[in-house]
């Protein structure tokens, strides 16, 4: 069955470094990958969709990359801030590209100041 | 612009019992899907809603129904509750386009 893999362990960086989340996936080709961003107690925001047929896309301080042959998602934040201390979700379209979504479990990511 | 509104915020009920759950969709958003999230765990697709039927289903017992109205809001209704259905319920909707789900803040359901 479909697989989706997101670090389960904590990412913690310092304030205007980069963060990198990786999303790996196995056993089926979505059409489109989309990120999320979660904290404590509300429900996920979204923030950026990419295509099967798009390599990267980009907003504002936030990078999504997309690699359909090694199966991977990278999200990028730029000058990281404290702020953007969340939880990261990873969300691919269901196997026969059906508008459900399967979620990763989601990297929590911490930035110090 | 309002986005998804879902009641209630938080909700406890005892095994057995039955609850139901209420999300409108932002406006302009036609179909509505349910997640369940249990604690650590990224969000599983329960159903999704469009023109008042149910379109596709994930792998939940028939304990899980819903129902969606003429104006897009929706329902989801959970029968003999159980200690696992414990989780935070989350509404999205979205249109066309493919521009991503719009969620609501969910309601934290605690069966006891």
């Known amino acids: 069955s479909q697989k989706i893999e997101q670090n389960s362990e904590a990412l913690n960086i310092q304030e205007g470094k980069t963060a990198t989340l990786t999303c790996n996936y196995t056993?089926?080709?979505?059409?489109?990958l989309q990120w999320y961003r979660q904290d404590p107690g509300r429900g996920p925001v979204f923030l950026l969709l990419?295509?099967?047929?798009?390599k990267e896309k980009r907003k504002e301080r936030l990078k999504v990359t997309f690699d359909t042959t090694l199966k991977q998602s990278l999200f990028h934040i730029t000058a990281s801030q404290p702020a953007d201390s969340a939880t990261y979700l990873c969300?691919?379209?269901?196997?026969?590209?059906?508008?459900?979504?399967?979620f990763g479990t989601g990297t929590r990511l911490q930035v110090f100041p | 612009d309002a986005g998804v509104t879902q009641s209630p915020t938080h909700l406890i009920k005892t095994r057995g019992q039955q609850v139901t759950l209420r999300c409108s969709p932002k406006?302009?958003?036609?179909?509505v899907s349910w997640y369940q999230q249990a604690l650590g765990q990224g969000p599983q697709f329960i159903f999704q809603?469009?023109?008042?039927?149910?379109?596709q289903r994930g792998n939940f017992p028939d304990r899980f129904s819903g129902h969606q109205f003429p104006n897009y809001s929706s329902e989801l209704n959970v029968n003999a509750l159980l200690l696992g259905d414990s989780a935070l319920y989350l509404c999205?909707?979205?249109?066309?386009?493919?521009?991503?789900?719009?969620f609501g803040s969910g309601t934290r359901l605690t069966v006891v």
């Open positions: 809603y469009y023109e008042e039927e149910e379109r």
């Open positions: 406006s302009g958003h036609d179909t």
């Open positions: 056993n089926y080709s979505p059409a489109y």
């Open positions: 999205a909707s979205s249109g066309t386009g493919g521009y991503g789900y719009t």
């Open positions: 990419i295509r099967e047929n798009e």
């Open positions: 969300a691919l379209d269901g196997p026969g590209n059906t508008d459900k979504l399967i």
